[in-house]
């Protein structure tokens, strides 16, 4: 039976490496908790098949990792955030918080690296939510969101930076980064949340096209199991009331408690429960 720890800080800090990025779904709050676990079990590689936030990488900053995802925008902003973080702080900095701006950077496909991860990082500071969601024809369509929030903090960047130092960098599937797991590695699998059947209400399953779906949680169980019979520790993180936990069967399964954060109107933001499912 799964347990059902509210122990998880819902918003730790910690002097490790915080996340640059605002990401629906991300797991800042349960970076300082899940850390510890990880890394007692972590003698080789530290893989994460779903880049998002990082938020575990960047408070681990393992000596080696792999760091892979579907979205090559991401996976590239990481990188060029690694190679040359004071660049990118400085191309980000020339954008303004202002409607205006937002949709002319949207609409620009810039020529260098440098220039695409400021994109990237400034579209994901001034969407709305922080939300990456792409329409049928592939292309980002978030409105701009009016926060007012600060675009870019220089020390994330530069902490980010240092902590990504040991990361190799994967585009493509999650079977790329999971399939090379073995002894000694710890993978962490934080897929979008999605469920069974048509509806995808609360999920957020939209960040590539086309989008995750039921048959790729399916796809991913089989991967992440052969990993462990290979003699890794696997980690998946899922949404408790779309029937992940029934993929795996006989791991141990803790129930988290969050609050529900992106939604327009507060009184939407209606508590859930997420299960942390570990291999042993």
Wanted: hydrophobic share 40%; with cysteine; proline share 7%.
């Amino acid at each position: 039976m799964p347990t059902t720890a509210e122990a998880f800080p819902p918003d730790a800090l910690s002097a490790a490496a915080l996340p640059f990025l605002k990401w629906a779904g991300g797991k800042r709050w349960l970076a300082p908790s899940l850390a510890p676990l990880v890394a007692a079990r972590l003698t080789r590689t530290y893989i994460e098949p779903f880049g998002g936030g990082a938020a575990l990488l960047l408070h681990l900053a393992p000596v080696r990792a792999v760091l892979g995802d579907v979205n090559g925008e991401l996976i590239e902003t990481f990188e060029t955030v690694r190679t040359t973080p004071e660049a990118v702080v400085r191309a980000v900095w020339r954008f303004s918080n202002t409607s205006e701006c937002f949709y002319r950077v949207r609409e620009v496909a810039p020529r260098t690296a440098v220039g695409r991860a400021a994109r990237f990082i400034y579209l994901n500071r001034t969407a709305w939510g922080g939300i990456y969601r792409l329409n049928g024809e592939g292309a980002f369509n978030v409105p701009f969101g009016s926060t007012g929030r600060g675009i870019c903090r220089k020390h994330l960047i530069l902490n980010a930076a240092d902590a990504l130092a040991g990361t190799r960098f994967v585009v493509g599937d999650f079977s790329k980064t999971i399939d090379v797991a073995g002894l000694g590695d710890v993978v962490y699998a934080d897929p979008p949340y999605v469920g069974r059947g048509p509806s995808r209400e609360g999920s957020f399953a939209r960040y590539h096209f086309p989008p995750f779906t039921w048959p790729d949680q399916e796809r991913l169980a089989q991967c992440v199991h052969a990993a462990v019979d290979r003699g890794a520790t696997v980690f998946v993180t899922a949404r408790g009331d779309v029937g992940v936990e029934e993929l795996y069967p006989g791991w141990e399964a803790t129930r988290l408690i969050r609050q529900q954060r992106v939604s327009r109107r507060l009184d939407r933001r209606q508590p859930y429960t997420e299960t942390l499912l570990s291999s042993g």
